[in-house]
Structure formats: C-alpha cells, structure tokens
C-alpha cells in the first residue's frame, strides 16, 4: 500500500480566496488592506493546501 500525499490544490485556491478576503477586511482595521489581503492568501493557502485532504478517488 503506498503512502497517500495529503495535498490539495482545489484547498490551495480556496484557502487563497478565503485568506485574501478575510485579511482584507481585517487589513482594514490594522491600516493596510492590500498587506492584509496578501498575508491572509498567503498564510490560510498554505494551511488548506496541507491540511485539507480533498475527496477520495475510488
């Protein structure tokens, strides 16, 4: 049985979408949306590309 790798690139956009939107709103607090935006994508896309271990082919 071989090791199944636990990565997701539909996670990857998904978190990407998910993380600009919410850093930029929380950007906005902070001063700097555009930065927020960025950090957000970049941070929760990495999270659900590793996490997120998508559907299982049979």
Sequence with gaps: MAVKDNRNGRGLFVGAVLGAVLGFIL???IGNPVFGALLGAV???????RVNPGRRRR
Aim: aromatic share 20%; net charge positive; charged share 10%.
């Design 27 to 29: 950007g906005r607090f």
């Design 43 to 49: 941070v929760l896309g990495a999270a659900m590309y």
